[in-house]
């Protein structure tokens, strides 16, 4: 057969190959979405002693922190678990060294989450950019979330 007349067919394959690679990937990003990556969930931290938990008022918790040691990849997920809207302006995420996101004017509505990424970015409804160049998150570090006030509404363990 000549080789002149497998080119069509190859440049075929070549473009079926790459919208089903595309497509993939697509609903793939979509699913990741919405449950997180997939990632193993591990449930937060009970509050201390000293702490003073508000559970009948506000249900927000870190579900997951992914990608930890890699700045470009590390990602904090915090959902709204309650029944009402909260607004997380003001709101700061904190690691144990003391590195501080304060979160921006942003409402969280029933079951939505949002997710803070470590590197710089564009924010967005779902997703936040602290804008650092190193890694924040450790294995078997504590992610705090507090509230305007100062209330520690969440802890994580970094797995």
């Known amino acids: 057969m000549d080789r002149r007349r497998l080119v069509p067919y190859l440049l075929l394959n070549v473009l079926v190959s790459a919208l089903v690679t595309g497509g993939i990937l697509y609903f793939y990003d979509r699913a990741y979405r919405a449950d997180c990556g997939g990632a193993p969930i591990i449930p937060t931290l009970p509050l201390p002693a000293n702490a003073t ?19 470009v990849s590390e990602i904090v997920v915090i959902q709204n678990t309650g029944p009402e809207a909260v607004v997380l302006t003001g709101w700061r995420l904190q690691d144990s060294h003391g590195a501080v996101y304060l979160f921006p004017q942003l409402t969280l509505h029933p079951g939505a989450s949002v997710q803070v990424h470590t590197a710089s970015g564009v924010d967005t409804a779902i997703d936040l950019y602290w804008g650092g160049s190193t890694s924040i998150w450790q294995a078997g570090e504590i992610a705090s979330l507090y509230d305007s006030q100062g209330i520690l509404r969440a802890l994580y363990r970094v797995p």
């Open 53 to 71: 938990p508000l559970a009948d008022q506000v249900h927000v918790d870190i579900v997951s922190i992914i990608g930890a040691g890699s700045p």
